[in-house]
């Protein structure tokens, strides 16, 4: 595709299930954000892909988040035992290279709602 | 650390009427760069624009138009004759090199434009 995509777009699961979240980059993007958007909040970074590896994992908000990505593409955020306070849009981007300068493209999101 | 305040949380419009929107930033880095996305109902962010922290320069882009001020810490963004296609949610944002690229986002202004 050529935009970056994510899946699913909706997910409601029960507080204390683990959900994975998958982000698509676009192809050749080797730069790989994700971020959250809760209600209120704004817009929040949570962690950062240059290729496989992941230098900054700063905006995690606990250590039941986690994040890989293989082969340099896809991407998969898990939250595990969910809260009700990880309700929330997740969004992914990706850039073609780390580098501020660079604007970063934005997927569509996944809505998590935890009941 | 970075911070982007924009005050305005929801502004209407009618259309035809000039708007513009207030960006505010806080960064003790000399190199930098600015960001506007527009966030439409569907959910997707969309690039507006990039600005480096040495080019003060205004940039028009159609109906659109920025105004980077230094002195003032602010970059704000103004829709001329506004269209109801122009109602979305509008985000500034702050990256600074050495910070992972990761973008520092304010909390958002809601644009209601009608008929």
């Known amino acids: 595709g050529a935009g970056v995509s994510q899946s699913p777009s909706n997910k409601v699961t029960e507080k204390g299930k683990d959900v994975e979240l998958r982000c698509d980059p676009i192809?050749?993007?080797?730069?790989l954000y994700w971020y959250r958007q809760s209600l209120g909040q704004g817009l929040e970074f949570l962690i950062y892909?240059?290729?496989?590896?992941?230098?900054?994992k700063s905006g995690l908000p606990s250590d039941r988040f986690s994040a890989e990505r293989t082969g340099g593409s896809v991407s998969t955020l898990t939250i595990q035992r969910t809260q009700q306070e990880d309700s929330a849009v997740y969004l992914c981007?990706?850039?073609?290279?780390?580098?501020?300068?660079?604007?970063?493209?934005f997927g569509p999101g996944t809505r998590l709602t935890v009941l | 650390a970075q911070k982007v305040t924009q005050a305005q949380t929801e502004i209407s419009v009618v259309e035809k009427e000039d708007v513009t929107l207030d960006c505010v930033y806080e960064t003790r880095d000399t190199t930098y760069y600015l960001f506007w996305y527009k966030q439409p109902p569907s959910g997707e962010l969309v690039f507006l624009i990039r600005r480096n922290s040495f080019d003060e320069q205004n940039e028009i882009s159609g109906r659109y138009s920025w105004n980077f001020q230094k002195s003032t810490s602010s970059f704000n963004f103004t829709i001329t004759a506004s269209q109801v296609v122009d109602s979305a949610v509008y985000f500034c944002?702050?990256?600074?090199?050495?910070?992972?690229?990761?973008?520092?986002f304010g909390t958002g202004t809601r644009l209601q434009v009608t008929l």
């Open positions: 981007a990706s850039s073609s290279r780390q580098g501020s300068y660079n604007e970063q493209f």
């Open positions: 192809s050749g993007h080797t730069a």
């Open positions: 944002a702050l990256n600074v090199p050495g910070t992972a690229s990761k973008l520092t």
């Open positions: 892909f240059q290729g496989n590896s992941a230098p900054d």
